[in-house]
C-alpha cells in the first residue's frame, strides 16, 4: 500500500507543479486551489508513504514522478520541447526510480 500511496504522492507533486504554471498565468482562487491541493495532497501521501518505505528511497521516487510527470505534461500540454535528450534523461530519472524500488 505504500508503494500506491507514494505514486498518488508522485502525482500530487505534478498537480501541484501543473498548479504553478495556472498561477503564473491567471491568478484566482481556482489556480491557487489547484496548487494548493495539489502540493498538500502530494505531501500528505508522501508522509504515508515513508511509515514503512525509507526517507531516501521515498523522497528520490517522489522527486523523480514529479520530475519527470512535469517534464512529461510540459511537453504534451504546454507545447514544451520534445527533444530526443529531454526524453533521453527522462528515461534516465525513471530507470533510477525502478532500481531504487528493486533494491528496497
Not at 511537453?75 to 530519472?93: A, H, K, N, P, Q
Given at each position: 500500500?505504500?508503494?500506491?500511496?507514494?505514486l498518488?504522492?508522485?502525482?500530487?507533486?505534478?498537480?501541484?507543479?501543473?498548479?504553478?504554471?495556472?498561477?503564473?498565468?491567471?491568478?484566482?482562487?481556482?489556480?491557487?486551489?489547484?496548487?494548493?491541493?495539489?502540493?498538500?495532497?502530494?505531501?500528505?501521501?508522501?508522509?504515508?508513504?515513508?511509515?514503512?518505505?525509507?526517507?531516501?528511497?521515498?523522497?528520490?521516487?517522489?522527486?523523480?514522478?514529479?520530475?519527470?510527470?512535469?517534464?512529461?505534461?510540459?511537453?504534451?500540454?504546454?507545447?514544451?520541447s520534445?527533444?530526443?535528450?529531454?526524453l533521453?534523461?527522462?528515461?534516465?530519472?525513471?530507470?533510477?526510480?525502478?532500481?531504487?524500488?528493486?533494491?528496497?
Amino acid at each position: 500500500m505504500s508503494w500506491i500511496f507514494l505514486l498518488i504522492a508522485g502525482f500530487g507533486e505534478v498537480a501541484g507543479v501543473m498548479g504553478i504554471n495556472k498561477v503564473n498565468r491567471k491568478m484566482n482562487f481556482l489556480t491557487f486551489g489547484w496548487l494548493f491541493g495539489g502540493f498538500t495532497i502530494s505531501f500528505i501521501f508522501l508522509a504515508l508513504a515513508m511509515e514503512s518505505i525509507p526517507m531516501s528511497t521515498a523522497y528520490a521516487i517522489w522527486t523523480g514522478i514529479g520530475t519527470a510527470g512535469s517534464t512529461l505534461i510540459g511537453m504534451i500540454v504546454y507545447g514544451e520541447s520534445r527533444d530526443w535528450r529531454r526524453l533521453l534523461f527522462i528515461s534516465m530519472v525513471l530507470s533510477a526510480a525502478v532500481g531504487l524500488k528493486l533494491t528496497s
